[in-house]
């Protein structure tokens, strides 16, 4: 393998950078959560805002990333934009978390989803293993090729894409009516909005929506960035939340609230209770299938932190090698062996909670950096300017904060072990700082 630190050759359009952001999105939460939320939640109206209020924060998110982005256009995301924004110390904590925590631990979620909906549609097929199988045979994939990796993430989120508008389309016409509703039927489906259920669900709408802000990664790749990058993330966020929105409301539309409660496997549910359950079964292979372009999209872009931060220390160096065609194989695999470790050892929901706290925590910051950037550096060159600023980073802070409270008193487990793995990676940068000096 030549060692080599050169940018790959080939660049990721717009249609490209989109299918990626879509495919990050759409995948575990959407298919999963939802039966967790309604236990708290009985409310059509609260359950359809918990899941646009969720849309609000991942827009006004993209909004300022977009802004980030356009002004430091180099790939790495919010490892890139902390390291310059606030001190080098926080980047490489974003960094760390991002190849650690970030994309492995989403792609295992994705990959342990995609084996229990295949296992409900084949029951003689072990979960962990198929999962385990995925992961394997799609980073042989991205190993070998850009192109071959992009243009199957096109193909494939395209597919998910359209069935799941066939999907809405067609429940909202077959589905028998429940008895729920869908706008506020008086001040008590007002005041859910503000319960404490409202905000724990919350949590799982929130990583439901994590990946907006995927194409970051891949800014060095991207073509035309400043141009290209703004659009990337707003139309692909605007697509999903369209999508979940019109997903979720099928879903309750066609099946009873006791039926989905506590239930993992919400689309293969829904769709047994619409379309009958030869149909269920069918909606259950499908949904597996999609999720093949979730676990796509994230070993495609995750392992490009792991080369930037390669690039910029010295003790890492070796995991900024790239292959002649450009792809950070030695990044991949690393990605790869933390995915594999998350699947054997950990449930779905610790690795959620987990994963939930670490991340909004970081574009908590990353947005709040929008802020101090401004000040500090307000002759930067800005290609593209946050529409609605200061409101819209104002109301993603407001909303991702009070998240952030809600898991840290009602999930303090999950969230010292976030908090641990932050004082891992701060050990060793600090290590790596001294021994860069000896």
Known sequence: MPEQTSASPYKISFLTGTAIVIANMVGTGVFTSLGFQVLGI???????????????????????????AAAMPRSGGEYHYLSQIYHPALGFLSGWVSATVGFAAPTALAAMALGKYAASVWPAVSPQLLSVAVVLALTAVHAASSRAGSRLQVVVTAVKVVVLVVFIG????????????????????????????????LIYVSYAYSGWNAAVYLTGEVANPQRNLPRILLAGTAVVLLLYVGLNFVFLYGTPIPNLAGQLEVGYVAASQIFGPAVGRLMGAVVAVLLVSTVSSMIFAGPRIIQVMGEDLPALRSLAVVSKNGIPVRALLLQTILTLVFILTSTFEQVLLYAGFILSLFTFLTVLGLFVLRLRQPELPRPYRAWGYPITPLIFLALSGWTLLFILRDKPTESLYGLATLAVGAGVYFLGRRLMRV
């Open 170 to 201: 067609a429940g909202w016409l077959l589905a028998i009516p429940q008895p729920i509703a869908f706008l506020p039927q008086g001040s008590q489906d007002w005041q859910q909005l503000l319960s404490p259920a409202f905000a724990v669900s």
């Open 42 to 68: 009985q409310s059509g109206f609260a359950l359809l805002m918990l899941w646009a209020v969720g849309g609000l924060i991942a827009l006004c998110g993209a909004l300022c990333y977009g802004e980030l």
